[in-house]
């Protein structure tokens, strides 16, 4: 059990049987009366915010939240499948619950993925992945009106802007918190 005193931004509690996420925290201790704790909180499952106010004496359970590593295997329709690596049972999340990490996904990718007691509810990539380039228009040396970077296409389809010097087939290191272009991949 969580007191007032312990909220602070990313605490995961429960409320109504449901994890929330603080994603704001504030204290205030008006002249009078019992100190405020007013928070922004996020519900892990719909995404819903909403801000609340809560006095020193509310207390709060810990929403129980497990990771499990798991392997991206394959996309079907609208929904992905992982693979636990511990069970090999297999875990499927809609494109919505994927979000963006779709862009970063390939064969065989470790990813963790958040539970709820049974239920999935969200995915962590690793950092950075290695993605090959598929599609990339020539450069050619001295060409300053198209500036210091071009798009490409990786094997996933997602579109990024890359140095001018990168070439199709070659693998680039991808930041997957940014999308960004980190480096070539050596050797």
């Known amino acids: 059990m969580y007191n ?7 605490l995961k509690i429960l ?38 106010t809560y006095r020193s004496v509310d207390s709060f359970e810990q929403a129980s939240l497990e990771q499990r590593v798991t392997q991206y295997l394959y996309k079907q329709e609208n929904e992905f499948c992982f693979m636990d690596v511990e069970n090999y049972n297999q875990v499927f999340l809609s494109a919505e619950q994927v979000g963006d990490a779709k862009n970063f996904l390939t064969d065989n990718l470790e990813v963790e993925i958040l539970f709820f007691g049974e239920r999935a509810i969200g995915i962590t990539l690793p950092n950075f992945v290695n993605l090959t380039v598929t599609h990339s228009e020539p450069w050619a040396k001295g060409d300053s009106v198209a500036g210091d970077s071009k798009p490409v ?6 579109v990024l802007r890359v140095p001018p ?22 050797g």
């Open 15 to 52: 409320i109504d049987n449901e994890p929330y996420i603080i994603t704001d925290f504030q204290f205030t201790k008006p002249g009078k009366g019992q100190a405020l704790y007013r928070c922004r909180l996020k519900n892990m499952i719909t995404g819903i915010t909403f801000e609340r």
């Open 153 to 158: 296409t990786v094997e996933t389809d997602y």
């Open 4 to 10: 007032a005193s312990d909220l602070r931004k990313g």
């Open 165 to 186: 010097f990168i070439q199709e087939n070659e693998k680039i290191v991808i930041d997957t918190r940014t999308g960004e272009y980190v480096t070539r991949v050596k």
